[in-house]
T-cell receptor
Framework: ELKVEQNPLFLSMQEGKNYTIYCNYS?????LYWYRQDPGKSLESLFV?????AVKQEGRLMASLDTKARLSTLHITAAVHDLSATYFC????????????FGEGTQLTVNP | KAGVTQTPRYLIKTRGQQVTLSCSPI?????VSWYQQTPGQGLQFLFE???????NKGNFPGRFSGRQFSNSRSEMNVSTLELGDSALYLC?????????????FGPGTRLTVT
C-alpha cells in the first residue's frame, strides 16, 4: 500500500525567500501530482509529473520527480503572499489516473 | 469549458439519515472519482466510476455507495449517517486518454452530520 509523506506539514516563510516542500512515497508510483488548496476551496491541479527526472515550472513554483529515491519536491522561489495555501502531493500506485493517494498536506503561510 | 460541478454545496443531516450527493464531470470526461476530506484522515479515495461501472473502491464501509449514469454524471450515497461522516466530499473527473491523466476537482459538498 502506497504511503505518501510530506514535510514540513507547516511552513511559515517571509516574502522573497525560497523554500522546498518534500514528498516521499513508499512504493512505486508512476505519476506524482501536486495540488493547491485554498481554505474552504477545492483542489487546484499544479503539476503532473510522469517520469523520472521530470521537472515542471509554473511561475514561482517548480516541481521535480526522482522515482529512484521515491521523492518529489516542490520548490518555491521568491515567495509572495498569494502563494499562501495548503499544498498536497499525491501518488498513483495503480497507474490509474483516478485513484490517488494523498499526502497530509503542507500548510504554507507567506508573511509580508 | 465548464468545470466539474457538485450539488449541493452544503448539507446538514442528522445521524441515521441518508444523503445523496451529485457530481457532473467536465464534458467528455468519462471517469469520475470521489474523495472524502476530513481534518483527521486527510484526503481519502472513496471510489471511481468509468462508463457506468465502478472500477476502483477505497477502504470505506458499505454505507458508502455510488453510481454513474450514461451521461457520466455520478452520485454518491451515504446511508445511516454517522457523526464521523462529516467531511468535504470532492468529486474529480478525468479524460483518461493517452497520457492525459490529470484529475480535475469540483468545489466539493460540505456535509455536516449532527
Amino acid at each position: 500500500e502506497l504511503k505518501v509523506e510530506q514535510n514540513p506539514l507547516f511552513l511559515s516563510m517571509q516574502e522573497g525567500k525560497n523554500y522546498t516542500i518534500y514528498c516521499n512515497y513508499s512504493t512505486t508510483s508512476d505519476r506524482l501530482y501536486w495540488y493547491r488548496q485554498d481554505p474552504g476551496k477545492s483542489l487546484e491541479s499544479l503539476f503532473v509529473l510522469l517520469s523520472n527526472g521530470a521537472v515542471k515550472q509554473e511561475g514561482r513554483l517548480m516541481a521535480s520527480l526522482d522515482t529512484k529515491a521515491r521523492l518529489s519536491t516542490l520548490h518555491i522561489t521568491a515567495a509572495v503572499h498569494d502563494l499562501s495555501a495548503t499544498y498536497f502531493c499525491a501518488g498513483d500506485p495503480w497507474a490509474s489516473g483516478s485513484r490517488l493517494t494523498f499526502g497530509e498536506g503542507t500548510q504554507l503561510t507567506v508573511n509580508p | 469549458k465548464a468545470g466539474v460541478t457538485q450539488t449541493p454545496r452544503y448539507l446538514i443531516k442528522t445521524r441515521g439519515q441518508q444523503v445523496t450527493l451529485s457530481c457532473s464531470p467536465i464534458s467528455g470526461h468519462r471517469s469520475v472519482s470521489w474523495y472524502q476530506q476530513t481534518p483527521g484522515q486527510g484526503l481519502q479515495f472513496l471510489f471511481e466510476y468509468f462508463s457506468e461501472t465502478q472500477r476502483n473502491k477505497g477502504n470505506f464501509p458499505g454505507r458508502f455507495s455510488g453510481r454513474q449514469f450514461s451521461n457520466s454524471r455520478s452520485e454518491m450515497n451515504v446511508s445511516t449517517l454517522e457523526l464521523g461522516d462529516s467531511a468535504l466530499y470532492l468529486c474529480a473527473s478525468s479524460l483518461m486518454t493517452g497520457l492525459n491523466y490529470e484529475q480535475y476537482f469540483g468545489p466539493g459538498t460540505r456535509l455536516t452530520v449532527t
